[in-house]
């Protein structure tokens, strides 16, 4: 093997092996006693109407408390969809 390849392997390795470390202590998927759970829910389900006027608590997350977060997920999508069709087309003879 070369250099530059055992470099990645380590590199590819011990990344993995740190996310993995990392996850070590996160709550189970769904624990009602999780962080998120006790405090960030019950907020946006009692100010949700009041702070946003919004009827629909979902829109009111998704628009109004998380709003600049869903507009990157967007973009990330609008270019993505754009860069394959750019990929993708067919281009005519000249």
């Not at 202590?25 to 960030?40: A, F, I, K, Q």
Request: proline residues 6%.
């Amino acid at each position: 093997m070369k250099t530059l390849d055992i470099i990645g392997w380590f590199a590819v390795l011990t990344t993995g092996a740190l996310l993995i470390y990392g996850t070590a202590e996160m709550p189970n998927w769904g624990d009602p006693n999780s962080p998120p759970s006790t405090h960030v829910s019950p907020r946006y389900i009692e100010k949700a109407d009041e702070e946003t006027h919004t009827p629909n608590m979902v829109t009111a997350v998704l628009a109004d408390y998380r709003g600049y977060d869903t507009m990157g997920e967007t973009t990330v999508i609008f270019t993505a969809g754009v860069s394959c069709m750019m990929l993708l087309r067919r281009r005519q003879g000249k």
